[in-house]
């Protein structure tokens, strides 16, 4: 039986095995790279190459997060420490700015609600529908439409919730409107909260100078 000699890859993603070249492929098995399409390998060259700046990129915003966090935190104590607050910790803290003394750098948190609708979401949607199924077609075209959207699911399955509270703006004496709109406050479940951090600056002390955002987003910058 043939000796199997494994050496050293000659570029990313290319195993040599016996002298001879491979690229592993989806199945996790080796494809002799002379068999693949030279786009093909050009394509799995970029996308190793942008990956390989990618995830120590990840790391290092994540790092940053976590310091962040940490200096604010930290602040924060001393601050309530100072006049003499009990201790709340990070469960206690909300929405806050921050600014340097010549008022041109911000550091903002936000603290979100998540929140999720229960079954009583579904028993509006059906007092809901013999609403519009009964009421005359005068306007009736608009409301269905901002209806639709608010039932409308995404592709991860979730409805949009400023979509349903859009519901609330529309005024009806119609009692099962009413228990509709009953209902969807009963359906509404917070479920956790969570932080965001927004960092700005502005280039001078005019009082219509803009604030600039410093995206740490990858779409956004």
Not at 65 to 89: M, P, Q, S
Not at 101 to 109: K, N
Request: aromatic letters at 8%; one cysteine or more.
């Amino acid at each position: 039986m043939e000796a199997v000699i494994l050496e050293e890859k000659t570029a990313a993603g290319i195993t040599i095995v016996n002298g001879k070249e491979y690229v592993t492929n989806a199945d996790g098995g080796l494809t002799p790279l002379a068999l693949v399409k030279a786009e093909d390998f050009l394509e799995d060259q970029m996308v190793r190459k942008i990956i390989g700046f990618a995830k120590p990129l990840s790391a290092e915003l994540a790092r940053f997060k976590a310091h962040t966090r940490a200096d604010i935190a930290e602040f924060d104590r001393n601050l309530e420490a100072k006049y003499g607050l009990v201790k709340r910790g990070r469960a206690g803290a909300g929405n806050q700015k921050y600014r340097t003394i010549d008022g041109l750098m911000s550091v903002e948190t936000r603290v979100n609600k998540l929140i999720e609708f229960g079954p009583q979401l579904q028993v509006a949607k059906g007092l809901i529908d013999e609403c519009l199924n009964e009421w005359t077609e005068d306007g009736r075209a608009e409301i269905r439409g901002l209806v639709t959207r608010a039932f409308n699911v995404d592709q991860a399955g979730k409805i949009s919730k400023d979509a349903v509270f859009e519901l609330f703006k529309i005024e009806s004496d119609d009692p099962r409107w009413m228990n509709a709109m009953e209902a969807i406050n009963a359906a509404v479940r917070v479920i956790g909260s969570k932080e965001y951090l927004h960092f700005s600056f502005r280039e001078s002390h005019d009082v219509d100078a803009p604030w600039i955002r410093i995206s740490l987003n990858i779409a956004d910058a």
